[in-house]
């Protein structure tokens, strides 16, 4: 029990980032916080919100604490496991059990901010203040977790599935989008005569396409090297993300789509044939039947998940732009608006101004939300799903009245994360197929 209700002491640190980056709490224990608006300090917030509850499931992993958890709490269910000491997957269900709630946390505020207009809507002071009953609210939602029968969670693991597929394919399109920003960014300052941007260009392109190389290679090495039928499949999987590989880099450099689409290039291509070389390569160490692997790659697997769920989230809290590709999603609902972190508090009238503590907030979403708030929290929700299924090391749960939960590999998570680095290809591929097809429409 002890292990359990440690998570309110840990979650209530994200009271403190809230007083360093929020709005309302600012004004509570921050007075030498710079001047911010609310759209900014409120998407920070959550950010390191979900940053914080991923650490707290992170933990969970720890071997004294799922120890801990093992002994203390039989009355959810039995687990069963080959080697008889069943911690690991205790705490494989502890990390359900925290995403679940932080993901069903995300999930409610996205309800709840269905069609909010502006900030004069009365839900808007849920959005951006009560920090500390939220936290509450999550701290709680995590320990009631902990009471919840383990044969719920084997449902639930399908539900994570299937969010994580489509927090790939979200994922992908903040990649490209931020791709796209990038090589817009560079390209321009490189025609304006700097000789450094033209330099980083060429040699970001260089670098991903030689560790998507290097990772190819790697994985023919170590994933197909036995004749058993499923490293027969590990070489269809990845002959076949190189192959896609190819194709992208051949579509990016046509001559008729460069034409129809000036801005297309080698880096976002890079982009997304390093994204899709980390998906084959997570799902060919992952099987079932492993042909041969190298030891850590589950480690790596999950830290490298983790790395690129926290950057895309982040992303996704800073870039909501309306020309953007994620302002196209809904991320934004300003028109010509740029929610950018950088600028998004210029031409705020003094009137939309407050005092909080000695501190200036700038309430810039009077006139009109710069961002949707509900597909925003979705978002958070879909990751929070995707990081249950990466911290679980994709997990499949499988319940007997007779055993109680087994937790074993399974093809289904093979199989979602190999569709979706497929799915994604072709949607870049449409992308860029798009305005040649359809040239009566403006894809500027």
Not at 165 to 181: C, P, R, T
Not at 247 to 272: K, N, W
Not at 336 to 347: F, Q, T
Request: hydrophobic share 45%.
């Amino acid at each position: 029990m002890g292990a359990i209700l440690s998570l309110c002491s840990l979650t209530s640190c994200a009271g403190q980032a809230a007083c360093c980056c929020g709005t309302s709490a600012c004004g509570l224990c921050c007075r030498s916080c710079p001047s911010c608006t609310h759209s900014t300090s409120t998407r920070m917030v959550y950010a390191v919100l979900f940053l914080l509850t991923t650490i707290v499931a992170w933990v969970m992993l720890d071997p004294e604490i799922s120890n801990r958890i093992a002994n203390s709490h039989p009355d959810v269910g039995k687990v069963t496991c080959d080697s008889g000491n069943c911690a690991y997957e205790w705490a494989r269900l502890a990390v359900y059990r925290v995403m679940f709630a932080t993901g069903l946390f995300f999930a409610a505020l996205a309800l709840i901010m269905v069609r909010v207009q502006n900030s004069r809507d009365c839900r808007a002071g849920l959005q951006n203040g009560m920090w500390g009953i939220k936290i509450l609210v999550l701290a709680g939602t995590m320990v009631g977790a902990f009471f919840i029968d383990n044969t719920f969670f084997t449902g639930w693991g399908w539900v994570g599935l299937v969010g994580a597929f489509f927090f790939m394919v979200i994922q992908l399109i903040l990649l490209v989008d931020f791709a796209h920003s990038w090589n817009e960014s560079w390209l321009g300052k490189a025609e304006d005569g700097s000789k450094c941007y033209s330099f980083g260009l060429v040699a970001s392109v260089v670098l991903l396409y030689l560790a998507s190389a290097i990772g190819t290679v790697l994985m023919f090495v170590y994933y197909t090297n036995t004749e058993g039928e499923s490293c027969k499949l590990n070489k269809f999987f990845i002959g076949f993300n190189l192959a896609l590989a190819v194709l992208c880099t051949v579509f990016a450099v046509h001559p008729r789509i460069r034409e129809a689409l000036p801005s297309s290039g080698l880096l976002q291509a890079g982009v997304v044939i390093a994204y899709t070389t980390y998906l084959t390569w997570s799902s060919v160490s992952d099987s079932p039947d492993i042909c041969s692997g190298s030891s850590g790659s589950s480690t790596a697997t999950v830290v490298l998940g983790a790395i690129m769920t926290f950057v895309c989230v982040g992303y996704s809290a800073l870039r909501t732009s309306s020309a953007s590709q994620m302002g196209k999603l809904g991320m934004s609902t300003a028109e010509d608006s740029s929610a950018n972190l950088l600028d998004e508090g210029d031409d705020i009238d003094d009137a939309d101004d407050e005092e909080a503590g000695g501190q200036r907030v700038i309430d810039n979403e009077k006139h009109g939300v710069l961002y949707s708030w509900t597909f925003f929290h979705l978002v958070f929700a879909l990751a929070s799903l995707y990081m249950m299924m990466i911290l679980t090391d994709w997990a499949v749960l499988k319940s007997s009245s007779d055993t109680g939960i087994n937790i074993e590999r399974g093809w289904p998570a093979v199989w979602v994360r190999m569709v979706s680095s497929w799915l994604v290809v072709l949607m870049y591929l449409w992308t860029l197929v798009a305005p040649l097809v359809l040239s009566d429409r403006d894809f500027s």
